[in-house]
């Protein structure tokens, strides 16, 4: 069966960095977009980055912008975020989530928590 | 700020029906039947329970079911159970960004 396992998450001071992964096993890895979603305390869940099937787009929500890069590496099905220059607005858990065939989210994992704090 | 718009909260007693909104544009929701439907446990992972508007995952009960008219989605959920209790977020396609969709910003459900 479909499985995304995201890892990596923690506490971390303001502008240290982070990566954080996202395993996935039960389908072929490298014909699916996949996104990074968050959710902080308290609020909706909020769109962070994408990576296409095959790593050649990526893109980024404006409050991530050059501070977070994500990728992937298909021989391992993995998608990593890398997060730098962390903020404490940063704090969330954190999804990485499988997009279906039309514009849908049909997969989730359970997400990992980042909590951005000195 | 969310593209989509969805109110706050909504609250029903068990048994009955409640309906969700989720507004948005001739861009996104008005473009096509591509909206999508949620339920969120906070802390567990996010399900999908409606794809294509009105489409039910397996294992989807039938309690839940969607519509659309013009810029508007809707969720409606019969039949409340106290396990429906959660936030609900609506996806739709839109053809102004990338990736192309765009999120709700999201509706507590409370079952009286």
């Known amino acids: 069966q479909v499985q995304l396992v995201e890892s990596g998450g923690g506490v971390v001071q303001p502008g240290r960095s982070l990566r954080i992964s996202c395993a996935a096993s039960?389908?072929?890895?490298?014909?699916?977009?996949i996104h990074w979603v968050r959710q902080a305390p308290g609020k909706g869940l909020e769109w962070v980055a994408t990576i296409f099937f095959d790593g050649a787009s990526e893109y980024y929500a404006d409050s991530v912008k050059g501070r977070f890069t994500v990728s992937r590496d298909n021989s391992k099905n993995t998608v990593y975020l890398q997060m730098n220059s962390l903020r404490a607005e940063d704090t969330a858990r954190y999804y990485c989530?499988?997009?279906?065939?039309?514009?849908?989210?049909?997969?989730w994992g359970q997400g990992t928590p980042i909590t951005v704090s000195s | 700020q969310s593209a989509l718009t969805q109110p706050a909260s909504v609250s029903g007693s068990p048994g009955q029906s409640i309906t969700i909104s989720c507004a948005g544009t001739s861009s996104d929701v008005g473009a096509y039947d591509y909206v999508s439907w949620y339920q969120h446990h906070p802390g567990k992972a996010p399900k999908l329970i409606l794809y294509d508007v009105s489409n039910r995952p397996s294992g989807i009960f039938s309690r839940f079911s969607g519509s659309k008219s013009g810029n508007t989605a809707s969720l409606t959920i019969s039949g409340l159970q106290a396990e429906d209790e959660a936030d609900y977020y609506c996806i739709s396609y839109t053809s102004l960004r990338n990736p192309r969709w765009v999120l709700g910003g999201g509706t507590k459900l409370t079952v009286l």
């Open positions: 989530a499988r997009e279906g065939p039309t514009y849908y989210i049909d997969y």
């Open positions: 039960g389908f072929r890895f490298g014909t699916y977009d």
